[in-house]
């Protein structure tokens, strides 16, 4: 792929999208989601070469507690496995996605660069994760993406229908 063709995928990606959802393929048949069935997220490519992201479940337990540091260690461990993030910069290449990750929730990815294939749409993004071991087995993935046109002060819907209720009132 030229530089010319890279540069125009890139201008077509930079934008937010909203986290549909996330399938992992199993070599058995296997297809799971681990942020289950209606997760939520955001994904940002700014036109300056930086990427942010977060996704998690939608039914996150909350800690018994109000301490921003504290949580039982099962509380800690499940927010943990609940959710993922992570920052850095990004490029295309080769017709590729690039993220050059400089922190993220999985240590072992801090300070890599994790190279993703992709389905683009005017309305979609689909990121197609290497081969990798998840839950003792190996897996393909799917991410799937929904661009956020604009925001209105409206609460965003959750893809399948609003299951968040009205914010909680803080303060």
Not at 49 to 64: H, Q, V
Not at 104 to 111: A, L
Not at 116 to 131: G, I, Q, V
């Amino acid at each position: 792929m030229s530089a010319e063709e890279d540069q125009s995928l890139r201008e077509r990606i930079v934008g937010t999208y909203r986290l549909l959802y996330i399938e992992q393929y199993a070599d058995d048949g296997e297809v799971t989601r681990s942020n289950g069935d209606y997760p939520r997220g955001y994904m940002v490519y700014t036109a300056d070469g930086i990427t942010i992201c977060l996704l998690m479940r939608s039914d996150r337990k909350k800690f018994a507690g109000s301490d921003l540091q504290g949580g039982t260690v099962e509380e800690r461990a499940e927010a943990f496995s609940t959710a993922v993030s992570h920052a850095g910069t990004w490029e295309v290449v080769d017709g590729k996605i690039i993220h050059h990750l400089d922190c993220n929730t999985y240590p072992n990815w801090t300070d890599t660069h994790q190279v993703r294939e992709f389905d683009l749409s005017a309305t979609h993004l689909t990121l197609h994760p290497p081969k990798m071991l998840m839950n003792g087995k190996m897996r393909d993935g799917r991410v799937f993406w929904e661009r956020v046109e604009s925001h209105t002060g409206v609460p965003l819907a959750a893809p399948f229908g609003d299951l968040r209720g009205p914010p909680p009132v803080v303060g």
